[in-house]
């Protein structure tokens, strides 16, 4: 199969839709299947080799975050040249609402299209703009995916019709097959735990976790906290306890496998986002890892965690409950244990092997309903490709 995916936000920087964008995309491949993504990126920046750059990408803020993307006729230019040059029996858009190379792919494209949301949000003054612009564009979208029901939410209040809730993927053995390193590691008298996220980026959490930090060290003195992540350890910590500074080891950004080895290192991974999150991937890197995860009780880490089966949770913004909760289970080494194993069980179920079939079965089922409505009345196929028949 001839598959094309767009990813609208730049390669330069790591995120949760470019990492599902990248490993469907190598998934994929591995399965035999010919694949091309089309994505923002700087030219300074290695690609590989099935990723074709749209040109730079401009930093605006975006559903509470900063994002890096692209948009204009230059881009449109080019996103024009690989729908015809790649002449895919399919093209995947994600987040094809954001304005970005997911939405010129959406305006210029014909034939079987796939739409995958990732956002919840309520409607931002942006997608309020831009509308009525795309809206006669949306209706091309064949079939809709949503990582999360909160997601899905998203696009049967905002965007309309429905979507079938398929969720991020991970490489579940390569995160169970990290090994520990012994920096990382805690004992009894000074535990580790661990941050991963952007820094200076407030809905990550990290002010809720230093906030907490004053009453945990007081109870646990010897706790190290391993921060990783893009951005300047000088300004988070500004204001800062000099106990809690002094507690924080900061690691910058890590490589993938870096990353695994820390989460497997650690005695609990700490998730203190306060909102914006439709699903959590790193939850379930964590939970794959056989780290014990303790996150703020937001919905979408609730329906990863099983509802606190497979984690713990704290009330969201709640320092005092996280300081409560995290230092309880430091002082519980068997609790831990019994977390980790209950994670990383639950963890099996975002497996690529299981999330890459699931979006192929959506593949297939557009690609034939749009050649059967070339055969049948066409009111017929419209209403049941957009959602319209239950």
């Known amino acids: 199969m001839r598959i094309g995916i767009v990813c609208p936000y730049s390669f330069d920087v790591p995120g949760g839709v470019q990492f599902h964008v990248r490993d469907l995309a190598e998934h994929l491949i591995g399965q035999g299947h010919d694949v091309s993504v089309l994505a923002p990126a700087d030219s300074e920046t290695a690609l590989p080799d099935y990723?074709?750059?749209?040109?730079?990408?401009?930093?605006?803020?975006?559903?509470?975050?900063?994002?890096?993307?692209?948009?204009?006729p230059v881009t449109?230019?080019?996103?024009?040249?690989?729908?015809?040059?790649?002449?895919?029996?399919?093209?995947?858009?994600?987040?094809?609402?954001?304005?970005?190379?997911?939405?010129?792919a959406l305006m210029a494209a014909?034939?079987?299209?796939?739409?995958?949301?990732?956002?919840?949000?309520?409607?931002s003054r942006t997608m309020q703009t831009a509308y009525p612009i795309i809206r006669p564009s949306l209706e091309k979208i064949a079939g809709r995916i949503a990582v999360s029901e909160d997601a899905r939410r998203t696009v049967t209040t905002h965007?309309?019709?429905?979507?079938?809730?398929?969720?991020?993927?991970?490489?579940v053995d390569r995160f169970a097959g990290a090994p520990r390193r012994s920096a990382w590691m805690g004992t009894p008298a000074s535990p580790t735990i661990a941050f991963l996220g952007r820094m200076g980026e407030p809905r990550k959490g990290l002010p809720v976790l230093a906030a907490a930090l004053p009453e945990i060290l007081r109870s646990i003195p010897g706790l190290r906290v391993l921060v990783a992540g893009p951005g300047?350890?000088?300004e988070v910590t500004e204001g800062w306890p000099p106990e809690v500074v002094a507690a924080c080891e900061f690691l910058g950004s890590v490589s993938d496998d870096d990353k695994a080895s820390l989460l497997a290192s650690v005695d609990v991974y700490v998730a203190p986002n306060t909102g914006g999150e439709s699903f959590g991937i790193i939850?379930?890197?964590?939970?794959?890892?056989?780290?014990?995860?303790?996150?703020?009780?937001?919905?979408?880490?609730?329906?990863?965690?099983?509802?606190g089966t497979a984690g713990a949770m704290f009330a969201n913004e709640q320092p005092d409950d996280l300081a409560r909760t995290l230092v309880d289970l430091l002082r519980r080494?068997?609790?831990?244990?019994?977390?980790?194993?209950?994670?990383?069980?639950?963890a099996s179920l975002f497996d690529w092997s299981v999330v890459a079939d699931e979006i192929l079965a959506v593949y297939e089922t557009v690609i034939e309903g749009v050649a059967a409505a070339h055969l049948e009345p066409q009111g017929r196929w419209n209403r049941f490709l957009r959602g319209g028949a239950r």
């Open 232 to 234: 300047d350890p000088e």
């Open 76 to 104: 449109a230019s080019k996103v024009g040249k690989w729908l015809d040059a790649g002449q895919f029996d399919v093209l995947h858009l994600h987040e094809p609402v954001t304005p970005s190379v997911s939405v010129l």
């Open 333 to 346: 080494p068997e609790r831990r244990a019994e977390l980790a194993a209950a994670g990383q069980h639950r």
């Open 159 to 171: 965007v309309g019709g429905d979507a079938v809730v398929i969720p991020n993927g991970v490489y």
């Open 51 to 72: 990723v074709t750059s749209a040109g730079r990408a401009t930093a605006v803020r975006y559903n509470g975050s900063v994002a890096r993307l692209n948009f204009g």
């Open 283 to 307: 939850l379930i890197e964590a939970m794959s890892a056989g780290a014990c995860v303790l996150a703020s009780d937001l919905a979408a880490f609730s329906r990863v965690l099983d509802g």
């Open 110 to 123: 014909e034939g079987p299209i796939v739409a995958t949301f990732h956002t919840s949000m309520l409607r």
